[in-house]
């Protein structure tokens, strides 16, 4: 009897405690705990959250399975979406035939000629940022990525300068991760109507979150940039409702602008901890002809390029995804049943020494053109995979390279502490307590 025939079969995983099951452990530290599940049990591990089945895949062929071979068994699932509740029915949210109506309409605003246009705009900001730095100072630059990018994306999206938001909007996302972090960590969810502190704290949250996106768009429908043809003008045009277009704008807000910030953050962290690196780095944007880094300067920028991928192999800003099969499924020999969650961590699958050698270091030379192309599909996915693959993936990449470029070339970057880089994995993998370093003007 195959093992599938035998229903019962479960994937090895560790043991649990009764009713909470694997919660209290992987709470305590879920980045470690998925690394030993994988190392210790292989490529399909069956973890229990307070009697929830969660199979975790640790193989790309596994995540290929999920995202693309049988990808429409998946949806994101009831644990995603809870965790992105405040998100609502926005592109990242939502399934079936509205997501393919929306994931149509925003595709436009994502081709990449309209996205080359925007880098006289990237390195524009990247610059006023740098007004503020002075010689020699420590600074947040995680912070600083926070706020940059969020300016990038809401220029880019909805033509709108949102410097005077952006520390509001910051603060409401620090709540708001703050509440994920506290509900990922106990066995039983709190309703959100409860009126604890918290999630009174959360629905302020959501309301500072709201009022910026609805000042977003009372901004655009005034029209203050003639005409912009930017998404919310897009999508007012094709008739989406109000309380849609809310949705989609907080989405694109949110999930455009923290994650190409933690990119941009860990690589300034890995840098100052590779002095080398960084002298190369700056060697190449030197070579540009003397001005920030342009869409014609992109091809150069080969090291930038192999430092950015090997920054978001270590730390990748999405560093696990999940989904739930519709419908009974076999995967890896073993049977899913319907309605139980999948796990694919990056995390995980971006430090195995089977596809990544000397996983843990840092070595942007890895990233040779060879190496790609024997690369399995699936052992590197920091932009996910398949139809639900991050439609802002080549903006973020020319973010990235812009910004950095840009600040690089004007900056040296020194590591203030030599203590390890310490991470919490919230709904995005973030740095705990910032990224402190010192700037020096070159
Ligand atoms: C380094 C930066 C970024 C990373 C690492 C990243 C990562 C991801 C990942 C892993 C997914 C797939 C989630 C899943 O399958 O469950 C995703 C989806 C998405 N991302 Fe990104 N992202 C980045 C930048 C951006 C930017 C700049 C934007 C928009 C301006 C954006 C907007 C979205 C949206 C709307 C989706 C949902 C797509 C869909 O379901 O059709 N992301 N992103």
Redesign the pocket.
Known sequence: MSLVENRDARPPGPTGLPVVGNSLQFGRDPLSYMTHAARAYGDVVYLEFAGMPFYQLNHPDLVKYV?VENNQNYR?GDL?QYELRLLGQ???N?EGAA?RE??HR?EPA?HPQRIAAFAEMMTGYTERLLEEWADEEVRDVHEDMMRL?LEI?AD??FSVDIRRESTEIGEALETVMEQFRRSSRLPLEVPDWLPTRTNLEFHRAAKALDAVVANIIRERKAGTREGADDVVSRLLDAGVPEENLRDEVL??VL???E??A??LSYTFDLLTRHPPVLAEVQAELDSLAGHPPTMADVKAMTRTDQVLKES?RLY???YG???EPFTDDEIGGYHIPAGATVGMH?WVIHRDPRFFSDPRSFRPDRWTPAFERELPAFAY?????????????R???L??KFVLGTILQQFDVEAVSTKPLELDPAITLRPKGGIRVRVTRR
């Open positions: 995202l994101k995603f926005g592109l990242l939502s997501w929306q994931r925003l994502f990018t994306v880019a999206l989405t694109l999930a455009g602008h994650t190409t933690l990119a978001m990748p800003p999405v995804l999940l989904r990056q996915f920091p932009f996910g995979g398949g139809p639900r693959r991050c439609i802002g993936d903006f973020a990449m973010e990235a």
